[in-house]
């Protein structure tokens, strides 16, 4: 039986980890008789093809066919291919050396195995009859697959959350398990909640342009969405919910709302074999439809502020080198054009070739990243929504970035400033840190992302182990974005020696490393 004081979070945390000393014996040759595959298809249902509708030019396709009724409509299909493309749309396609295609989206997923999967619930609109609908990536098509109106069961699940009010339509994130965990284990609930989060991120910014703002539910009845949607709880779990708001549409400016409430922790737990602890922390962490949730709390700011006592606070020291992170902001360009331009073109950097990165780019990137409301201007959501981001910190380490000194660096977001903790180059460390990649010796800069898990967990339960996992994902989108803007490489990395980051990098040891993007130039 596991220790009793441990949370199940903490103890998926610590089973999970990456340990030099380990490593290689967990280590299994991957069985590609059993590759999974990385699209949904239905037997029965009715297409709705969204492809005629990337293009303002194609307004000969007959729009009654879809269910329209004119220009208005044409405009709104026009929005709703858009949004989904540049979410979680096909970027790119090729040959294998099996014979198959490989598909690339604009959202990254760790080993391009692509768990997250899109649904969409309608209310009943002029576009979308009342129903059950998949978002088809291969085809750029939506497949109805339930004719029926289901909201009030969504609205039950999330226990009557006050965006689903006025709004019509709801996009539903779930996970498959089984594509991650196929090569990466257990291990494989990290990488599919910041695949979520690269997705969350996505959808955030392409609603900008498209004129959408989705508003996050993190605490849902977990069997209750399963069962609305028709999924195998034990193969696929939903992760999101987000009521997507018209902002065309006056009664749908909806102010923002709680996202997530506190669950009880579970300290009390089955010990569970390898391969079967990933669904059995899905599960136990899930919320019961009977759950006694609190009355949801309406937040102006759409984003719950930094606490007292955070990491912000601890380094605010007299000494120590202090850099400034305001900069003029990223150009998007005339109605955000260069945003879905970058979204098509965004690929995880391969190589980097050791070269330097300017100051100058590395506060835009932080600037774009941590502080939205500098972009409303631009047209972007000034405080989207995450699961609770003041629980995510941020350490920089900067190995080539011109202008500033080498070493591992604190972010503190309301201060706008680099604090340095370590004074030192870390790119042999990085390297080993990294499980050996290149990417971690080369990059001028890498960015980690931390999280106090003991505090996360009393704060909102087990079940924060998804938001923290969601709210990295979600950030480091944001970082990928403005590197691909910038002109920088950029990759994500999922696989790390956990523990060994926080020793060599001068990181609190209560702190656990949750994701870590390099930055540099292309090689």
Not at 358 to 377: E, N, V
Request: a negative charge; glycine letters at 8%.
């Amino acid at each position: 039986m596991p220790d009793a004081l441990v949370s199940i979070a903490q103890h998926y945390h610590s089973r999970t980890k990456y340990d030099p000393k380990t490593l290689a014996a967990q280590a299994r040759p991957l069985d590609y008789s059993r590759q999974p595959v990385t699209f949904k298809t239905y037997r029965v249902g009715a297409e709705v093809d969204l492809k005629p509708y990337l293009e303002e030019g194609d307004t000969a396709q007959d729009d009654t066919a879809q269910g329209g009724a004119g220009e208005g409509d044409m405009a709104d299909w026009m929005r709703l291919s858009r949004l989904l493309i540049n979410t979680y749309g096909l970027t790119a396609k090729f040959p294998t050396v099996t014979g198959q295609t490989f598909y690339l989206r604009s959202a990254p997923s760790a080993g391009g195995l692509y768990p997250a999967e899109i649904y969409i619930i309608s209310r009943g609109t002029r576009l979308l009859p009342a129903g059950l609908y998949n978002y088809q990536a291969r085809s750029h098509s939506l497949w109805r697959y339930w004719e029926d109106h289901v909201w009030q069961g969504l609205q039950r699940a999330c226990f009557w959350h006050p965006t689903l009010e006025a709004t019509h339509l709801a996009v539903v994130v779930t996970g498959v398990f089984y594509r991650s965990a196929w090569r990466y284990q257990d291990r494989a609930y990290r990488r599919i909640c910041l695949d979520v989060g690269h997705l969350l991120g996505n959808l955030e910014l392409a609603s900008a342009v498209v004129d959408y703002r989705p508003h996050l539910i993190a605490s849902f009845a977990d069997r209750a969405i399963a069962d609305l949607l028709y999924l195998d709880p034990a193969e696929e779990g939903a992760l999101a919910v987000l009521p997507l708001a018209d902002l065309l549409t006056v009664e749908q400016n909806l102010p923002c709302a709680q996202v997530a409430f506190a669950t009880p922790p579970q300290t009390q737990f089955a010990a569970v074999p390898d391969g079967e602890l990933l669904q059995y922390f899905h599960q136990v962490s899930a919320i019961a439809p009977t759950a006694d949730a609190p009355k949801w709390a309406m937040q102006p700011s759409g984003d719950t502020p930094q606490p007292a006592d955070t990491l912000e606070d601890k380094y605010n020291l007299p000494f120590g080198l202090r850099v400034p992170t305001a900069s003029a902001p990223i150009d998007w360009g005339p109605h955000l054009e260069q945003l879905e331009t970058t979204l098509f073109k965004r690929r995880s950097t391969r190589r980097f070739s050791a070269g330097p990165i300017s100051l100058g780019s590395l506060r835009q990137l932080l600037d774009f990243t941590y502080q939205p409301r500098h972009y409303r201007d631009q047209g972007f959501d000034p405080a989207p929504d995450y699961g609770d981001r003041s629980l995510v910190h941020t350490f920089v380490v900067a190995c080539d970035v011109e202008g500033l000194d080498d070493g591992c660096y604190y972010y503190a977001p309301r201060s706008e400033e680099l604090r340095q903790v370590r004074f030192k180059n870390f790119r042999r460390e990085l390297h080993y840190l990294c499980l050996g990649q290149e990417l971690g010796r080369d990059a001028a800069a890498v960015v980690f992302h931390t999280a106090d898990l003991a505090r996360a967990v009393a704060a909102y339960g087990d079940r924060v182990y998804r938001y923290l996992h969601m709210d990295a994902g979600h950030l480091g989108q944001r970082l990928n974005l403005a590197a691909v803007r910038l002109g920088l490489g950029v990759s994500g990395i999922g696989g790390f020696y956990d523990d060994q980051v926080n020793e060599v990098l001068g990181i609190p040891p209560d702190e656990a490393v949750i994701y870590i993007t390099t930055l540099g130039q292309s090689g």
